[in-house]
C-alpha cells in the first residue's frame, strides 16, 4: 500500500494516465512537467521508464557496475504475479522518470546548475502538486 493510501490520500488518475501515456507510446513521447515535492520543485522532460534505463545506461558518466546491474533490470522487467487475475490488471504506477530535470529549492540556483541537467527518478507517491510545463528561470 502506498503512504497516500495509508494516510486515506486517493492516487492521481490524471497524472497516472499521464505517466501510462508515456510509458505505453512507441514514439518517444517527451511532456513538460514541474513536480512540487515536499516544498522543492523538480522540472523537466517525462520520458518512459525504459527511456530512463537506456538513457542511465547510456549515460558514460555512470558506466560500471550499476551498468550490469540496470542492464538486467531492463531485460527481466517489472516482477510479475503468478495470480493470474492480477496479471490482467495494469501494474501499478509507482515512480515519475525525467530528462533534462533541475531541482529548485527555495530561491536557490537549480541542481545541477550546469548547462547539463541531469535524469531524474522519483515516486509517484512522493508528489504533492504538478504543472504541465517546464519552469524557466529567469537569465540575469
Known amino acids: 500500500m502506498s503512504e497516500k493510501a495509508a494516510k486515506g490520500q486517493e492516487s492521481d488518475y490524471v497524472l497516472e494516465s499521464i505517466i501510462r501515456l508515456v510509458d505505453s507510446s512507441e514514439d518517444e513521447l517527451l511532456l513538460p512537467m514541474t513536480f512540487n515535492l515536499g516544498g522543492a520543485l523538480v522540472s523537466g522532460y517525462l520520458i518512459s521508464e525504459s527511456q530512463y534505463l537506456k538513457e542511465v545506461q547510456d549515460d558514460e558518466a555512470t ?65 504533492d502538486g504538478y504543472i504541465l510545463g517546464e519552469l524557466q528561470p529567469k537569465r540575469r
Open 63 to 127: 558506466r560500471g557496475g550499476i551498468i550490469l546491474a540496470l542492464a538486467q533490470i531492463k531485460k527481466e522487467g517489472p516482477p510479475h504475479s503468478n495470480d493470474a487475475a492480477n496479471e490482467e490488471k495494469l501494474r501499478p504506477i509507482e515512480h515519475v522518470h525525467l530528462r533534462n530535470a533541475r531541482i529548485y529549492v527555495g530561491g536557490q540556483a537549480p541542481i545541477p546548475s550546469g548547462a547539463e541537467a541531469a535524469l531524474w527518478r522519483g515516486r509517484i507517491n512522493s508528489i
